[in-house]
């Protein structure tokens, strides 16, 4: 079992930033992919930007540019700085984990972009 926390969330201006956590139960040297995800009322939830246990890390051609994932493995965490937020941004951003066959998702934090 994982269990993912994530943080960071919150309401920002227009060309705002800010940065999300995901602290995990466990080891996330182990995990064989994490990743943030969004999903807005009414859309399917969309892949943001993964890591996978390499190290190796990709982005969403929307956010491409604006948004990296990063991982601390001392701190269990996974971050998303989150630069230039646009107004399309708005979502509620997941956490995902995937731990041998399982896949694990924290309970989502809330982005707001609004002037």
């Known amino acids: 079992q994982v269990q993912l926390v994530e943080s960071g969330g919150g309401l920002v201006q227009p060309g705002g930033s800010l940065r999300l956590s995901c602290e995990a139960s466990?080891?996330?040297?182990?995990?064989?992919?994490m990743g943030w995800y969004r999903q807005v009322p009414g859309k399917e939830r969309e892949l943001v930007a993964p890591?996978?246990?390499?190290?190796?890390?990709n982005s969403a051609d929307s956010v491409k540019g604006r948004f990296t994932i990063s991982r601390d493995n001392v701190k269990n965490t996974v971050y998303l700085p989150m630069n230039s937020l646009k107004p399309e941004d708005p979502a509620v951003y997941y956490c995902?984990?995937?731990?041998?066959?399982?896949?694990?998702w924290g309970q989502g934090t809330q982005v707001t972009v609004s002037s």
């Open positions: 890591i996978t246990t390499g190290g190796s890390t």
């Open positions: 995902t984990a995937r731990f041998f066959t399982a896949n694990y």
């Open positions: 466990r080891s996330i040297f182990r995990m064989n992919y």
